[in-house]
């Protein structure tokens, strides 16, 4: 017998089960069709100003910093001025988001644009998020051929570009809009939900910013 | 690793008495609890969160072989290899195969206490492929040749002056003369030094919070970003999980996750949660073109049905060892295996065997803070006294302790004896303590008075205070018990 079905066999046997009991079948089938919501948090179901500035709130709390700009033409303006706030090179990392690729970066004046997967090297990173939860100020970013997932973790900054329509109040509402963009039971490769810019406490226990990845998530907010 | 649970007496004592580690430790005393505190007040529905989580897993546990089932159909469409280990010794050798046709010479590892469970690094080590920690905690202990004392905070045994100096030891190329006297200088010096480590790897070793049956996917949860580079940079993904990670939804890994991080550091969301789902796709710029999974048994399925079953919920928050006395006081090594703390107590003599760990279950006050704070609501108390009921059945502790438990037992089913025997031992103990209130030596009493003085009983016995109270109109309870005897 596989090492499968030796498994799969002690586990039956230890439930009780017998391999074809219908009633349990069906009672995961409808789990795994239907995905039952459970509790979501009061805070996660605010609307509108409410929810946009909620997210921002625990963003921050989460030590990310957040700008709010009202249009897609302001992003490459509030990069430059992110760089230039920080004595950063004028250089950043992107994919090819088509979001990202219809702003106007030739307006600023300069900065050179890296494409592809990001290189141990690059400074600045920039994405733009699928989605964002409000309840926990976190994004949420996927990989694809536009979208290398080494610009979240590589560079020492990362820039995240998040529409406010995107943002959700709670985790469950960007998983129904995965679900939605995807297909039911299908992910992307790399679905990554950023809170904050990477930390460690190992060394006691005194809490710093900037361990392995992005030692700063700054955050654009559009509209 | 070696099992050092049977020292488990000899080891605490040289816990108590290590300076360096009763400093460290206060580091734990303090800094989790106030943070969990915090994170929980700030969410009413946390205790609702609670419940739910707890049924969710009860729910994947009572159909789990079908949850796997869907799980690994799932991952294999979407290109991953699913393995099956049934034991520690299996699940290293399909890595080992993984990592010998990947033609690997160094692997690079997120922080994953199964990897420990199954002694992975010093496996890899001796087939000649070298294992990289890239934790900051992990491989602060990989070169001092340690391990965890912490399921989430390996490295809490140290201070910082002995991670400088193994900072110094090991990277010697560095210079001498730079400042390392803060823990952000040392941060900075592991992340350059990793930094190399993860392109130079040809395998990535992840645990995995999660597994989603809905989806295939595979769910680590971290701070630090080096778990998302490990399974980023190199050629090949090998997560290892042990079976009871299952969730059956997205929704449900949701539900789990609110609870996880206030309970773990108080934080409201880990900084980063990753979905993996498969290898690298068509036209996708980065990512590992091979994806594997093995999936664990080592134990848990003799765990379902039993009376243990409930220890699976466990989700390696730390909680419980964060709130445990018994922690406090000796850290996480003293258990003398991967599992320290309550949780360890429990699931210790499970994968290994109660002859070898009896002394863990008994390592508690029962003081119930592990339960209280338990996020998936594990009765971690009534654990240990099942595994102290079965080390009696067996008969593995000590004569002296199983014979006067017997002698207690044959007193406590006879209560009128038993009345009678302690209205006699009272008032002579009270007498032979002088008014003192306590003693400082008492024969057959070493074990206590060695370390602090016994507390004298009262005159007369419980049962009789109650029953002069009760007399008397007066609510004895009200006033509780005095002279417990």
Sequence with gaps: ?223 | MDIRSPAFKQSARAALSDAQLQRALGNVRTGFIDKRRQAVDALPEFDALRDSAKAIKDHTLAHLDLYLEAYEAKATEAGGHVHWAETAEDARRIVLDICRAAGARTVTKGKSMITEEIDLNAFLEAEGIRPVETDLGEYIIQLRNEHPSHIIAPAVHLNKDQVESDFRRVHDHLPAARDLSEPAALLGEARRVLRSQYFAADVGITGANFLVAETGTSIIVTNEGNGDLTQLLPRVHVVVASIEKLVPTLEDASQILRVLARSATGQDMSVYTTFSTGPRRPGDPDGPEEYHVVLLDNGRSSMLGSEFQDMLRCIRCGACMNHCPVYHAVGGHAYGWVYPGPMGAVLTPSLIGVDKSGHLPNASTFCGRCEAVCPMRIPLPKMMRHWREREFERGLNPAAQRYGLGLWAFFARRPRLYRFATSLAVPALAAMARGRGAFRRLPLAGGWTRHRDLPAPESRTFMQQWRDRSAGGETAAARGPEGLA
């Design chain 1, 1 to 223: 017998m596989s090492a499968r079905d030796t498994i799969l066999q002690r586990v039956r046997t230890a439930l009780g089960a017998a391999g074809g009991d219908a009633a349990r079948s069906r009672a995961v089938a409808a789990r795994l069709a239907e995905a039952p919501a459970g509790i979501v948090p009061a805070r996660g179901r605010l609307d509108g100003k409410a929810r946009t500035d909620l997210f921002v709130e625990m963003a921050e709390k989460a030590a990310a910093t957040v700008q709010r700009v009202r249009k897609p033409d302001s992003v490459p303006r509030a990069v430059a001025a992110y760089l230039r706030g920080r004595n950063l090179p004028a250089a950043v990392r992107m994919g090819d988001d088509p979001r990202l690729a219809a702003m106007p970066w030739d307006k600023v004046r300069a900065l050179e644009i890296g494409r592809g997967a990001a290189d141990p090297d690059d400074e600045v990173g920039v994405s733009h998020a699928y989605a964002g939860i409000a309840e926990t100020g976190t994004v949420m970013v996927h990989s694809g051929a536009d979208n290398p997932t080494g610009i979240n973790f590589l560079p020492e900054h990362h820039i995240v570009v998040v529409d406010a329509a995107d943002i959700e109040g709670d985790m469950e509402a960007v998983i129904a809009r995965v679900r939605a963009g995807f297909g039911k039971g299908t992910m992307p490769r790399s679905l990554n939900l950023i809170t904050g810019p990477s930390r460690s406490g190992d060394i006691e226990q005194t809490l710093l910013l900037g361990a392995h990845g992005p030692r700063a998530v700054h955050l654009i907010v559009i509209g």
